[in-house]
């Protein structure tokens, strides 16, 4: 453990952590977003409830699962710590000049993204994963093929206002706080260099749109189309 406080206890070192656990989480959604677009599967939801199983079942994907939540809590906790940091450092408010020249919206709003994409995640987890694996307020069925109906559920949530508008203003914010935090990434591994960084900064931003849209297709397609 004393290895881990030495590397990550500078403030290079919590960007490195929060840069390593940033990259992590990218590429978890990557995956999820691929499984989740079974839901447009013609079958009464028989792909997306086999999905559902088989990320609740798989002995990896639940080993995996628990980097994700301990990621998640070191993304959150060392972003506080940092911003806690930067106040601290300019213990005097002043004014900045030209702010919108220097600094995009977006790295000037992290700390504001971040808790909106948190709370986004933890919608997320008590509407399907506390439901799915603990119980709640719904009552499962199973479907033609004996899975858990959790598609009904997904139904369900996204056929009110309520469900669409808020995942809708999550995903937005989740599209602001990947466009620079993709780059930024990348950046504080050491990866900034005139060849590269254009590219890298292009990518991001096409999956920073590209990733929202996705997820946001889906509560759309439930609300006008199911």
């Not at 700390?111 to 994409?117: Q, S, T």
């Not at 479907?143 to 139904?155: E, F, K, P, S, T």
């Not at 999550?170 to 254009?198: C, D, E, M, R, V």
Request: net charge positive; proline share 2%; glycine share 8%.
């Amino acid at each position: 453990m004393g290895w881990f406080i030495k590397i990550f206890g500078s403030s290079l070192g919590k960007k490195l952590l929060m840069s390593l656990t940033g990259l992590f989480l990218i590429s978890f959604l990557t995956v999820h977003l691929i499984g989740n677009l079974s839901v447009f599967s013609q079958d009464g939801g028989l792909a997306f409830n086999a999905y559902a199983k088989f990320m609740s079942t798989n002995p990896l994907i639940s080993t995996v699962s628990y980097l994700l939540y301990a990621s998640i809590i070191l993304h959150v906790i060392v972003a506080i710590v940092l911003t806690s940091a930067n106040k601290s450092a300019r213990p005097v408010k002043y004014k900045q000049l030209n702010a919108k020249d220097n600094s995009s919206w977006e790295s000037r709003s992290m700390a504001l993204l971040g808790i909106l994409v948190l709370a986004f995640i933890l919608l997320h987890l008590k509407d399907f994963w506390w439901q799915y694996k603990f119980g709640g307020s719904y009552q499962f069925s199973e479907d033609a093929n004996g899975n858990r109906d959790i598609y009904a559920l997904v139904i369900q949530q996204f056929s009110t206002t309520f469900g669409l508008a808020s995942y809708l203003i999550g995903l937005l914010a989740l599209f602001f706080h990947l466009k620079h935090g993709f780059q930024s990434a990348f950046q504080t591994l050491g990866i900034n260099h005139n060849k590269y960084t254009p590219a890298i900064k292009n990518i991001g931003l096409a999956y920073s749109i590209i990733v929202p849209l996705c997820f946001a297709s889906m509560p759309v397609y439930v609300y006008f189309f199911k």
